[in-house]
Structure formats: structure tokens, C-alpha cells
């Protein structure tokens, strides 16, 4: 964390947007997508607005939003938060996962979370007084070690904060690792925090399972989603978490002291967007299925070791066979040597200065510019 006095540090995202710029890049860093979102959600927040809602919405969120949210969770996995007791609407996934650390970590409580991890994470936990503790998914598979795991709980784990599909290597939890998760969290009485923000985003069939519907996980889980990436409306900042009434109080007590309550009209777009039937939910995989499957392709054929992942819309590389054991190093030279823009995975782990070789690289773009990025990076790099 940045002390007083001190400047803030900058990111990577930030590093990498500003060399995207100067070399006029493709930026396969960041993970938005670069298309303006399903007009049918447009229409409804922009109706909204025009209709005049647009001042402060109820703490928890509008109820007609709440209601979408236990309807989607009913539908797709079972699951019935209560809309009043159980839900309760943030500003985007990220102040969830902070009101959640701040509401049910005290000062030396221990956090468990996948490592290499989402780069809020260690801020929330830090931000609570808690220290994140990494369990790592190693590479090739990045699957999860349940052994190792169980290891890295002590006296002081007060939570398991675990996401899946998982950003940035696009594992998604298999049921038999999330049954390992769901037996620790009740042996050893911990919380489960989910960040399941790619709950729509998974490739050849497979199936998201919320931790949250595994025998006896509901009474101590907080789940957590968001409408950025599953609407291609990242900037719109719309987010939740559900689970039990005590659990979600705790949370909306913490939250009241964050934004309060926010986008107004942009909770009506989403309520109707959580509605739309499954065929968009089925053309949306779809669409990033051939993303993947293009981007996956291309990459191995100009040489780079490829993770195939499961989910998200991210795919994480190698580069340890264009000669380089340091990611990093590869990414800041990339944009001037192929005018490329990639995010070293190096950054989404807690020893941020060790060289690692892999790179990961966004696909929410558009066909062409995909095939843009690859016919650079297969000019450049050759
Ligand atoms: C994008 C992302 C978030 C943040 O979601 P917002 O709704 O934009 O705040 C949280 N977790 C993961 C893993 C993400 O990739």
C-alpha cells in the first residue's frame, strides 16, 4: 500500500495503455471488450434514464435489479438468495470484494487465494489489516493442489477468497477441486468469498459450479458477480453479492461507508439484461469460443507455449521460447517490436519482482483485430 506522501504506483494497465498509444498497438493487455455492448441493455438504461431515474438508488440496490439477480442464480444454478435479505448491488465486482474483506476480516486474519491472483485482492485484504496468503496453481495445467491447499490454512484463515473461472490463466474449478474446497471451508469453519465474474464465460461444454451450491457452503459463503464482462459493459460498473442475510448485512454495512449505492440507470439496464434467455447467453460463449480457438491457434503457430483455457476471455503463454525467462521484459519491448500490447503474468503474483516467462493475453476483441494482433506478433517475432 502507498503511505502518505507517497506517489501512487502505477500500474501495469496503465504502463502498457500509454505504450499502446506512443506505437500505435493493438492492446491485447486489458480486459474489456472493444464493442459497445448488446443494444437491448443500452436501450434499457438509456430508457431508464430518459424516464427519469436518476437519483440515489436503495443501499442494497433498485428491487427490480435484486429480483433479476435471484431469478438468474435461481435458473442457472439452483440457488434463491433472498432478493431483500440475501442480495445486495456494488459498484462492479471489485468494491464487493472489498466491502466483503472489510466486513469479515479483522486485523492478522489470514486470506486464502489462487495465486497467480486478480490484483485487487491483496489490496482488499491489505486494506482490512489481513495478510493474503497464495496457494499456487502451477503451470502447465494450473490446476489446483487441494493438498497444498489444505497446507496453507492455519489458526488465523479466516477466509477462502477463491475464483473461478479463474483470471489470468482461464482454469476453471473442476467439481471434484471445488468439492476439496467446500470439505476444508467446513473442517476448518472458514468463510468463502467467490469472484465468479466469468460465470457465463466457459468453453467446450463444461459447466460453471458456484461454491456457494455445494453441501454446506451456503450458510458461510458470500458469491460474487458482476455485469462488465458477461454484458460487455465493463465501464458501467455493476456488481453484486449474495448469500446468506447475516453474511450480506455485513457486507452492506461495510458498503454504505464505500459508494453507498451507484448507477442508477444502469441497475435497470442490467436487470433486464440478467433476463435475457439463454439462447444470448449461448450465442455470447459462442462468440468467444471462435475467439479463443483463433487466438489459441495463432499464438502456437508464430511459437508461443499456449495454456488453453477453459474459461474468461484471457489466454496466458510462455515466451521461454523466443528466448526470454522474463515476461515483463518481453512486454515492455513488444509494443516498439511488433506493436503489440500484452500483460506479463508476473504482475498478478504477491513477489511481483521475480521474473516469470509467462504472458497473457486478452481476447474480447474484435475478429479482426485479433487476427490484427497475430499477424504483428507473427511479423515481429519471426
Ligand atoms: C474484471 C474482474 C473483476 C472486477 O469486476 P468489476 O465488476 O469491473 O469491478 C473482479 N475479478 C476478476 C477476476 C476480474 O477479472
Partial sequence: MNGPGRRP????FTTMSALAQRHDAVNLGQGFPDESGPAHIIEAAATAMREGRNQYPPLAGIPELRQAITAHQQHWYGLAP????????????????????????????????????YDSYKAAVTMA???????????????????RLAAAVTERTKVLLINSPHNPTGTVLHRA????IAALAVERDLLVVTDEVYEHLVFDGREHVPLASLPGMWDRTVSIGSAGKTFSVTG???GWATGPADLIARVKDVKQWLSFASGTPFQYGIATALASGEEFYRDYIAGYQERRDLMVAG?????????EPEGTYFVTTSVAPFGYEDGMRFCLELPERCGVVAIPTQVFYLGEQEARPEVRFAFCKQLEVIEEGLKRLGAGLA
Fill in 9 to 12: 504506483q502505477t500500474t501495469i
Fill in 82 to 117: 433472498d432478493p431483500d435479505e440475501g442480495v445486495t448491488v456494488t459498484a462492479g465486482a471489485t468494491e464487493a470484494i472489498t466491502a466483503a474483506m472489510l466486513a469479515l476480516v479483522d486485523p492478522g486474519d489470514e486470506v486464502i487465494a489462487l495465486e497467480p491472483s
Fill in 129 to 147: 489489516g489481513g495478510t493474503l496468503v497464495p496457494v499456487r496453481l502451477d503451470a502447465p495445467a494450473f490446476r489446483l493442489d487441494t493438498a
Fill in 177 to 180: 477441486e471445488l468439492e476439496a
Fill in 236 to 238: 458501467w460498473k455493476i
Fill in 299 to 307: 499464438l502456437r503457430g508464430i511459437g508461443f507455449d499456449v495454456y
